[in-house]
């Protein structure tokens, strides 16, 4: 079936509440493909078929002759995912909202107003940004921040960046990713892109960005000590610099929100800044969550200490879960993260073999070894260093989520 009239079958809010159309454009990206699968088979498609020879089916094999990286295979063995959709957007999705040229001279009340203007948005950017979030609201005030040239200039510096380059909030790139900034030249090409992290890097994310872009991708995270190529913290300390020079009361009220946001969130980092709590009623009715719950037992009594042979599911943001095990070896109340989902990403993170080994007792290393196994199985490989992740993608772990009871059941024995 051909996937403009598949999804002409459907209304624009229910293929957003479904997560088949993703931001304020209605993309198809990474976040769209299980749950277009997901809508195939309940509707008994199993295939769908675009232009070009383009398809993908209910078993993750695709085709996508305009993608710049891979052009065919199985999405499982593919990362990311949103390869499919490529280039694809304004080919395939009927509900796709391109930046174009606003005019609307022809029109009546306050579309005629905006007409006068002869508006042309500029697509390099990125304003919707979900403030709900401190890292974001950090970025927006890093961003006002840049205004001040001296400022501005000593941030391209550190990153070993022309310092008459430019710097703004990075719109959605090929492949569904979007770092937090993007870096252009006078001739508005980029030159580099920059991800900002409140605590450590996410190597996992900067991995990916780095393998699909051209460009350097380059870390911000919030404390030295956290590995980035620069710490928002020595950024504050800068900025603190010049504010004792700069009679500004505007720019002591811009730096005052940037201030209080470090403090909030970097100074506390850790300690305060996400408290565990029960998981959402979203995150219960996942396959994932459910299988666990009927499964295993689990506890819910968040914020203690846990006991030998306890499993405890917690969270510290809405759309995410942290399945626990005990370590007598672990600082964060004797337990251990074995299997988490982070922000709705549709992805599940497992810690690497060097953490397992490092903070459970020799007796599990069969356990181990078996978890290792699966995951290479699966095509990953969790032998990294010790504060590196293993990331697989959803629709992976639902169709093993069998197999990754049974291995963290093992590990959690006495």
């Not at 398809?55 to 199985?74: A, E």
């Not at 974001?136 to 941030?155: H, P, Q, V, Y």
């Not at 008459?164 to 980029?190: E, M, T």
């Amino acid at each position: 079936m051909d996937i403009r009239e598949f999804l002409k079958q459907f209304e624009e809010w229910e293929l957003q509440n479904w997560g088949i159309l993703n931001t304020s454009r209605n993309l198809l990206n990474s976040k769209s493909v299980p749950n277009l699968i997901n809508l195939m088979k309940r509707k008994g498609i199993k295939k769908l078929e675009g232009p070009r020879n383009w398809f993908i089916d209910i078993n993750y094999n695709f085709r996508n002759p305009n993608s710049k990286s891979i052009k065919y295979g199985n999405l499982k063995n593919v990362s990311p995912i949103g390869v499919v959709f490529d280039l694809q957007n304004n080919i395939l999705n009927p509900f796709y909202k391109p930046f174009n040229k606003i005019n609307h001279e022809n029109t009546n009340g306050r579309d005629s107003y905006f007409g006068k203007y002869n508006i042309m948005l500029d697509t390099t950017v990125f304003a919707n940004e979900d403030i709900s979030k401190p890292e974001n609201r950090i970025n927006l005030s890093l961003f006002g921040l840049f205004l001040i040239d001296e400022f501005r200039e000593w941030f391209l510096e550190q990153f070993t960046l022309p310092t008459d380059a430019v710097i703004f909030p990075s719109a959605n790139l090929r492949g569904g990713i979007r770092p937090d900034f993007a870096v252009h030249n006078q001739k508005d090409k980029p030159i580099a892109y920059i991800e900002v992290e409140i605590g450590q890097e996410d190597f996992g994310q900067l991995q990916n960005f780095r393998r699909i872009l051209s460009v350097p991708v380059l870390s911000l995270c919030g404390k030295k000590e956290h590995k980035g190529q620069l710490s928002l913290l020595e950024i504050y300390d800068k900025l603190k610099e010049i504010k004792r020079k700069i009679n500004s009361k505007q720019f002591d009220k811009n730096f005052a929100v940037f201030e209080t946001l470090i403090y909030e969130n970097v100074l506390s980092y850790g300690r305060e800044r996400y408290k565990s709590t029960t998981i959402s009623e979203e995150m219960r009715e996942t396959t994932i969550v459910k299988k666990i719950m009927d499964k295993l037992t689990v506890h819910e009594d968040v914020g203690r200490n846990m006991y030998p042979g306890e499993i405890m599911i917690e969270t510290k943001k809405e759309h995410g879960f942290s399945l626990r095990i005990y370590s007598y070896r672990s600082k964060v109340r004797h337990s251990l993260s074995v299997m988490a989902r982070s922000g709705g990403r549709p992805e599940i993170i497992f810690p690497s073999q060097t953490k397992l080994k490092k903070y459970l007792s020799p007796r599990k290393e069969n356990a181990i070894h078996q978890m290792t196994k699966l995951l290479r199985n699966l095509g990953f490989d969790n032998n990294l260093p010790e504060t590196r992740q293993c990331r697989v993608p959803i629709h992976l772990v639902e169709e093993n989520i069998d197999n990754f009871i049974e291995i963290i059941r093992e590990l959690s024995k006495i």
